[in-house]
């Protein structure tokens, strides 16, 4: 791996034909052609606009949670937002996107301020939180948001505001799916509450995650979004479960979740999709959508 520090960019590193499945949870991915890790919103825009300039094809990612890169790899720019600034007046929360959820949650807790505590234990960015419009046991991530600022990839000088209502939020999909935005800071409205009830509160949904999810094994999370069919339901009950193409499995614990048992490639998840979706249409005549993202090439 070539290593280097980009002398014109600050609070930045930079790597050269680094192994993708280093930056995502499934450890699944061929080299980037390019890799960038950025520490502050102004790295990461200068980054972009760096891409944008040269006629880099980039890609901005945080934990890569619900992310399956393609094995071989990348062929431009992927940026790591690592932009974890926050600041908190009284019951609001001002946060960079590159904060990750669970230091947040950490942080909250300590100022007895609830909201957070329900989405314990998901491994996310507050970013990829906004973009993906997270949600987990009927609570929804969106309704903490007041407004989000962010910018267009083809105009990255003008800061944009955007807010609640203007985010098109919906079941795991936001205004900013498309990838036509850059999101460096979001607003968050929280309410006080006695602190050992918020600990309760993280607790019990840990223990839920942990209980029905396979989060000891590599995965990209639940792989297919609900639709008026549950996936998980409809893969045990159509006998698919355990099912496994090459280093890929269809859990035992949790059918929604497609594990990499330690050699998997993105073929092979792909392949399981594929496999699942045709028996689902054979019997249902309705196909499963994606809830991951596949990265190609």
Known sequence: MYFLSMNNFRDCIYY???????FCTIKIGGKAKHLFITYTTNALLKVCSYCHIHNIKYKVI????????????????????????FLFKNNTLYV??????SNIISECTK?????????????????????NSLGAFEHEFSNLVEYVICYKKSNLKKRIKIKKNECNFGYRTSLFKNNNYIITRIKFNLSFDNHNSIIERINLFLKKKTST??????SAGSIFKRSNLIPSKVIDELGMKGKKIGGAEISIK???????????????VLDLIKYININVFNQLNQKFELEIEYVPF
């Open 16 to 22: 050269k034909n680094v192994d993708l499945k280093n």
């Open 62 to 85: 945080g934990l890569g949670a619900n992310l399956l890169f393609d094995d071989k790899g990348f062929n431009g720019a992927i940026i790591v937002n690592r932009s974890k600034h």
């Open 96 to 101: 960079d996107s590159g904060a990750v959820l």
């Open 111 to 131: 100022r007895n301020l609830s909201g957070f505590e329900y989405f314990a234990g998901i491994p996310s960015t507050i970013g990829g939180g906004i973009v």
């Open 213 to 218: 999810q396979p989060t000891n094994k590599l």
């Open 254 to 268: 949790h059918a929604g979740f497609i594990i990499n048992n330690g050699n998997a490639k993105s073929k092979d």
